[in-house]
T-cell receptor, first 115, second 114 residues
Framework: AQTVTQSQPEMSVQEAETVTLSCTYD???????LFWYKQPPSRQMILVIR??????QNATENRFSVNFQKAAKSFSLKISDSQLGDAAMYFC????????????FGQGTRLTINP | DTGVSQNPRHKITKRGQNVTFRCDPI?????LYWYRQTLGQGPEFLTY????????KSRLLSDRFSAERPKGSFSTLEIQRTEQGDSAMYLC????????????FGDGTRLSIL
């Protein structure tokens, strides 16, 4: 079974600075997808960024980018120019390319933005 | 696109009662997922539908839990004889089948067992 580990329960960053959230995963599959989701307090889970395992190029979405290291099974999220609205729980998630394609989530990292 | 809708937002009930939650997915999405999220944890997969067929159930889904998607549109999740340990946020997500389509989540139903 696949597992996802987020080793940082909490992180904080100054507004306008850059922060990196860590994620590692374990799988024997070669084809899969990785995601970062954001969950603001009492609000719904929102997709931040996704990465296909077969693509070597790291995904980027505006201020959000990933560092995908397939051999190391590492998938970190970098947030540049942090904004107050970035404060949330961030979840790393794995999804197989076959079958039910259910998401396997990490434990989450609570990100605080200091003004 | 009105997003994934879940009702009710909150449910408080006494232990031993039955509860039912509803999820309305994004209209063109044929896949529907239920997850459970306890405080401070990531969501855990419960079950999944493709159209009206329930294709996979987690071992977390005890025989007190049942889910349906009768016409391949909305889905219901019922918990019978609720227990304290059932207190959690129940999340619904939907997606298209093809490729790397992401799952879109609803706001969830928070269940509190007294």
């Amino acid at each position: 079974a696949q597992t996802v580990t987020q080793s940082q329960p909490e992180m904080s960053v100054q507004e306008a600075e850059t922060v990196t959230l860590s994620c590692t995963y374990d799988t024997s599959e070669s084809d899969y997808y990785l995601f970062w989701y954001k969950q603001p307090p009492s609000r719904q889970m929102i997709l931040v960024i996704r990465q296909e395992a077969y693509k070597q190029q790291n995904a980027t979405e505006n201020r959000f980018s990933v560092n995908f290291q397939k051999a190391a099974k590492s998938f970190s999220l970098k947030i540049s120019d942090s904004q107050l609205g970035d404060a949330a729980m961030y979840f790393c998630a794995y999804r197989s390319a076959e079958g039910a394609q259910k998401l396997v989530f990490g434990q989450g990292t609570r990100l605080t933005i200091n003004p | 696109d009105t997003g994934v809708s879940q009702n009710p937002r909150h449910k408080i009930t006494k232990r031993g009662q039955n509860v039912t939650f509803r999820c309305d997915p994004i209209s063109e999405h044929n896949r529907l997922y239920w997850y459970r999220q306890t405080l401070g944890q990531g969501p855990e997969f419960l079950t999944y539908f493709q159209n009206e067929a329930q294709l996979e159930k987690s071992r977390l889904l005890s025989d007190r839990f049942s889910a349906e998607r009768p016409k391949g549109s909305f889905s219901t999740l019922e918990i019978q004889r609720t227990e304290q340990g059932d207190s959690a946020m129940y999340l619904c997500a939907s997606s298209l089948t093809t490729g790397n389509q992401p799952q879109h989540f609803g706001d969830g139903t928070r269940l509190s067992i007294l």
